[in-house]
């Protein structure tokens, strides 16, 4: 999970309040009842779709560049996640501060787990909210823990050690250490091996500060903090 720069200000048309068009006052509409009945309705995809339409999709997927809020994994399918289910905080079903972009496994695993604390603060981070990177720790065979306990309830509750994900980044290191380890070959002098060397390490660095669409971004940015340092001195000798 990485810190989501989401500007509140800017709400997609459908959901603007007041109504601007056609498609926002249909929506609104549909606001104002489940409130006055206080609830949102079940296997209703006619109220469903109203969070999402075509213009909230695509501002979602510009501001996540196309990656889960939690794993940070790209995927073809994904889903408009309610920070706060929507089931139980019903009056948020169309907020725009309240909407997320998560791949199936993650919204599947979220589900309505939503617990609060004792000053009823949610338990979940909100990534658009606070910066989670500094509370995760990673080993090199991408394995993700946290001693924070909100974060470890978020990891925990979207499942965010699924051997898939822990297989996918440790192969971002894995294949990094394998190309560092090409460029030791005989014949090669110090100086062409150096120059080698740094310039895979200022790749990966770009890669993971200056490439957002990239995948496990905390992961990569956790690298390079922690083991990159270690893993020119192996190979540099």
Not at 183 to 194: N, T
């Amino acid at each position: 999970m990485i810190k989501i720069e989401k500007d509140l200000t800017q709400v997609p048309a459908s959901l603007q309040v007041p109504p601007m068009n056609r498609s926002a006052i249909a929506t609104h509409k549909i606001r104002e009842r489940i409130i006055r009945q206080s609830r949102y309705p079940k296997n209703s995809s006619a109220v469903d779709k109203r969070y999402k339409m075509e213009d909230i999709k695509d501002a979602l997927f510009k501001i996540y560049n196309g990656k889960c809020a939690f794993c940070e994994q790209r995927v073809e399918r994904w889903h408009v996640e309610h920070f706060r289910p929507k089931s139980e905080y019903y009056w948020l079903a169309f907020s725009w501060d309240n909407l997320l972009y998560a791949c199936p496994d993650c919204n599947g695993s979220k589900s309505n787990h939503f617990h609060l604390d004792k000053e009823k603060n949610p338990l979940f981070i909100n990534p658009e909210m606070e910066d989670p990177s500094p509370l995760i720790t990673f080993q090199k065979d991408g394995l993700v823990s946290s001693a924070d306990a909100r974060m470890k309830y978020t990891l925990e509750k979207c499942s965010v050690y699924r051997k898939y994900l822990n297989d996918n980044r440790k192969k971002i290191w894995d294949d990094f250490l394998n190309d560092l380890e090409s460029e030791v070959v005989d014949g090669k002098s110090k100086h062409e091996i150096q120059a080698g060397v740094m310039a895979l390490v200022n790749k990966f660095r770009r890669d993971a500060e200056q490439r957002p669409r990239n995948e496990f971004l905390a992961f990569r940015r956790y690298a390079v903090k922690n083991f990159l340092a270690e893993a020119i001195r192996e190979i540099l000798g």
